[in-house]
C-alpha cells in the first residue's frame, strides 16, 4: 500500500554531512508517523529518529541528538533526515519507515524501505 524509496547515502569523512530523503508513495494519507532507523554489520537494528506526520512532533535517539534533524515535507511525501558532525560509529545501512494511523499506538511500524549505505570514514 505504501513504497518507501531512500537517496542520499554515500562515503563522507568524520566530522561531514550528509542529507537523507525518503518519498513515501502510495495510500500516503493513511500516514501517522515517519522515521529513520539504522543497521551496521553484525548489530541490531536501532532507532534513529521519528516524526509525526500531522503537527511536525519529533524524537531522537540520544546517540544523535544534537546532531541529526528530522523533517517532513506533506507536499512531496518526504521525510529527510540532516546528518551533522557525522562519526565512524554511524556508518550504517540507514532505512525509511512509515506507521499508519491503525498503528498510532503502537512503537511497531508497517512500511520499510531498501535502506541507503551511509559510511563516514576517519
Known amino acids: 500500500q505504501v513504497q518507501l524509496v531512500e537517496s542520499g547515502g554515500g562515503l563522507v569523512q568524520a566530522g561531514g554531512s550528509l542529507r537523507l530523503s525518503c518519498a513515501a508513495s502510495?495510500?500516503?494519507?493513511?500516514?501517522?508517523?515517519m522515521a529513520w532507523f539504522r543497521q551496521a554489520p553484525g548489530k541490531e537494528r536501532e532507532f534513529v529518529a521519528t516524526i509525526k506526520w500531522s503537527g511536525g512532533g519529533t524524537d531522537y535517539a540520544e546517540s544523535v541528538k544534537g546532531r541529526f534533524t528530522i523533517s517532513r515535507d506533506n507536499t512531496k511525501n518526504t521525510v529527510y533526515l540532516q546528518m551533522n558532525r557525522l562519526k565512524p560509529e554511524d556508518t550504517a545501512v540507514y532505512y525509511c519507515?512509515?506507521?499508519?494511523?491503525?498503528?498510532?499506538?503502537?512503537?511497531?511500524?508497517?512500511?520499510w524501505g531498501q535502506g541507503t549505505q551511509v559510511t563516514v570514514s576517519s
Open positions: 502510495g495510500r500516503t494519507f493513511f500516514t501517522y508517523a
Open positions: 519507515a512509515a506507521k499508519e494511523m491503525a498503528s498510532a499506538f503502537s512503537n511497531e511500524y508497517d512500511y
